[in-house]
Structures are given as C-alpha cells and as structure tokens.
C-alpha cells in the first residue's frame, strides 16, 4: 500500500505540475535586423541637401579631416563637427545619406556610400555641401535581390514568446561587422578613419572592402570618381589599412598584404592566415598589429597578433598575447591604444615587441570601446555610449577632453 501511495502522489505531482506549467508565458524582448526592401530609384530621386546639426542617435565610424569630424549614423547620414577644440567639439550639421555606412575625404570630397551606390560631395563650404557626382551600382552586390529591388536590415525591437535563438529564422546580425570603422594613414590631403572601416584612400584611388571583393576607383580628379574594377579576395573580408604603397586588408581568416604600387592594379604579396576570428589591423615599418576577438560571427580567440612584414611576401607571426575582448586599435610611433570592447580601453608601448604585455602603460575599465583613431590633436574613441576625445601627449596618462553623448547607446560588442 506504502508504494502505491507513493506512486500515486508522484503521478499527481507530475499531474499539477504540467498543468501550472501550461499556464505560464514567457515573453522575451530582442533587438534583431529585419529585412527591409527599397526601389533605389526612389532612393535616387531623394534630394540630399545639408540640414542642422542634429544630436547623434547610434554613432557608427569616425573620421578626421584637418579640424572637422566626421560621425557616420548609419543608414542614415553623417554628421559634421567642428573639432578644432577636442575639449568642446561644435555639432554643425547633418547630410542625410539613406544606405550610408563608410565614407573617405580627399580634399574638399567626401566620398560616402549610399546601399549601391558612390556619392561624391563637394565640402569646401561646410555650410552649404553639395553633391556633385553619383557612380550608380558600384555595390550592387551587397544590397541585390532578385526582383531588382534593394535589400538591407533595420535595428529592430522585437517581443516573442520564443527566445531569439528560436526565432523562426529571424538573422541576428553582428552590429560591428556591418557598422564598423579604418585607421588610415595620413597622407596628401586625405583624412583619417579608424580601425575598422572599409574605405580607404592612397595614392589617388578610393578603395573600398566589401564581405568578399576589393573595388578600385580612380579619384585623381578628387571630383570625378571612376570605377575601375573588382577584385575577389575571398570570403570574410573586413578591414583596410594602407600603409607605403601597400594594402593590409583583414579578414575573418588572416591578413592579406596587397602590392598597390600600381594603384589602379593591386596585387597580391601574401596572405598570413590565422583561426577564424574578427580582425582589424594597423601597421607601421617592420611590423603588422592585428586583433583577433571572439564574436557572434567571428568565434576564434581574443588575442594580439604581432606580425613580421619586414618581407611582405612572407609575413610571419612574432608572438601573440591574450586579450579581454578586443576591437579596433591605432598606433602612434612607439605607442599602441586597443579597444577591449565593454572592458575599456588599453594603452602599450611597442618599441619592443617580444615584450609587449609588460608594457602596459595604462587600461581605463570605465570606457568602452569600439574602435578609435589617434588624431593629430587628440586620441577619438568611439563606444555604445559616444565619442570622447582623450588627450594623450602622455600615453600612460590618458586625459579626457570631451565627450558626444548618444541618444539610442547600442550594444556594440
């Protein structure tokens, strides 16, 4: 009698039990990019004009050009900041540009993607931009979809008794892969970007990166962009740094290392190639700087690369070091800034490479960090957060100027 007594409260229990658990919901809230579809003649028949300033909602890259910079909110425009006081940056006005995510200046020209297409700006009256040439279907690829139509996604807020990871196959999208920002070198009259953008400008040609393909404009009438062609590069493309006639260009998978010496022709030197992991780069004479993060599109591993590119065509790993979470980086001579994500901001002297991790200057736990630039007047950190400018004339004792609050901080990381 005891066991079937103690059978029968089990059955019951199990009973009462399903029956409460078939009366519970569970609702889950997610941010996710959901598809959205455009008529690029639509897109095209918008008038870009230059409105007032706006406050920044969901910053995505940066970019320097002599006093002025440059804030991209994508998808959206770009915003334009007086920043010849980094202590007090003046928010002058905004270019709506739909389909805008990277963007390059050579001289008084803007160079601004928009879904498909090359915009090109005349700046020289920062009150009054003008858009001066449109090259029509150069990045057809990134956006296409079989009826003609344009595709691209939207941040959008979502509630579902599923949790995301059930969604019915909505795409959850990593913010930094499509969002992300170059450190270009400076030189003849072009700007600055940092770590992670996919425009680049040397030797009078714009080169831009997409997912899988470098595209090559001629730019030496800074007014008249032309196309000259594709080139594949294989899947996973990220980043691109220019540095002495030469192209670094990151990957999900390794590092290419591109001859640029005939601008409007590169070729490939090498491919240094490492475990699957997001990957900006910068370089200088002797050596190639890249991080490696673990991320939602990237896995791998969370490390500093330090690569020999004494001969381009044969670089070689010199040692790596293990990192919290890190993002975009820059170097300034002998000095190394890294963004550790929502870990902070870290500053190194690399004057010796084999000995990199003891020379850690100093690490800010309360700055989050996406990616940066280090500037002729200050170090420009981008985060969830905003834009803060540091002053580091002593790199182990960084010295916050200022700092561009967001309305809409976005998770990054």
């Known amino acids: ?225 032309t196309f000259v062609k594709p080139i594949d590069l294989g899947w996973g493309i990220e980043t691109i740094f220019p540095f002495q006639n030469k192209l670094f260009i990151g990957s999900n998978f390794g590092m290419h290392i591109y001859d640029a010496s005939t601008p409007s022709s590169p070729k490939r030197m090498a491919v240094y190639e490492h475990v699957q992991a997001c990957d900006p780069v910068v370089v200088n004479e002797d050596h190639a700087f890249v991080t490696l993060r673990v991320g939602t599109v990237c896995n791998g591993v969370n490390e500093l690369h330090v690569i020999d590119i004494k001969n381009p065509y044969s670089p070689t790993l010199k040692k790596a070091y293990p990192m919290l979470h890190p993002h975009g980086l820059g170097l300034a001579g002998d000095f190394l800034y890294i963004a550790e994500g929502v870990h902070g901001l870290k500053s190194f002297n690399v004057s010796d490479v084999m000995d990199i991790d003891q020379n850690q200057l100093e690490f800010l736990t309360n700055q989050g960090s996406v990616d940066l630039i280090p500037g002729p007047k200050s170090l420009i950190v981008i985060g969830p957060d905003g834009v803060c400018q540091y002053d580091y004339s002593d790199p182990a004792k960084l010295k916050k100027l200022s700092c561009i609050q967001v309305n809409n901080p976005v998770n990054f990381y």
Not at 18 to 40: A, G, R
Not at 107 to 118: E, F, K, P, T
């Open 1 to 225: 009698m005891k066991s079937l007594y103690s059978s029968a409260l089990l059955i019951l229990s199990i009973l009462a039990f399903s029956s409460c658990q078939d009366e519970i919901t569970s609702t889950y809230t997610y941010h996710t990019m959901m598809p959205v579809y455009y008529e690029m003649s639509d897109i095209r028949a918008r008038v870009i004009s230059t409105e007032p300033a706006q406050p920044l909602d969901n910053p995505g890259k940066i970019y320097i050009y002599e006093d002025y910079l440059f804030i991209n909110e994508p998808t959206k425009g770009i915003h334009i900041l007086d920043n010849t006081d980094p202590a007090n940056p003046i928010n002058l006005s905004f270019i709506p540009i739909a389909g805008n995510v990277d963007m390059a200046v050579n001289g008084n020209i803007l160079y601004a993607d928009s879904y498909v297409d090359l915009l090109a700006f005349d700046i020289s009256k920062i009150a009054n931009i003008q858009l001066i040439k449109r090259v029509e279907d150069v990045f057809a690829h990134m956006y296409y979809h079989e009826t003609g139509q344009i595709i691209t996604f939207k941040d959008t807020v979502l509630t579902s008794e599923n949790p995301a990871w059930q969604g019915g196959g909505v795409w959850m999208m990593d913010a930094s892969m499509s969002f992300s920002a170059n450190y270009s070198a400076a030189a003849q009259s072009y700007g600055t970007g940092g770590s992670m953008a996919r425009f680049t400008l040397s030797n009078e040609h714009l080169y831009a990166v997409d997912e899988s393909t470098l595209r090559v404009f001629d730019v030496e009438n800074p007014e008249n962009p």
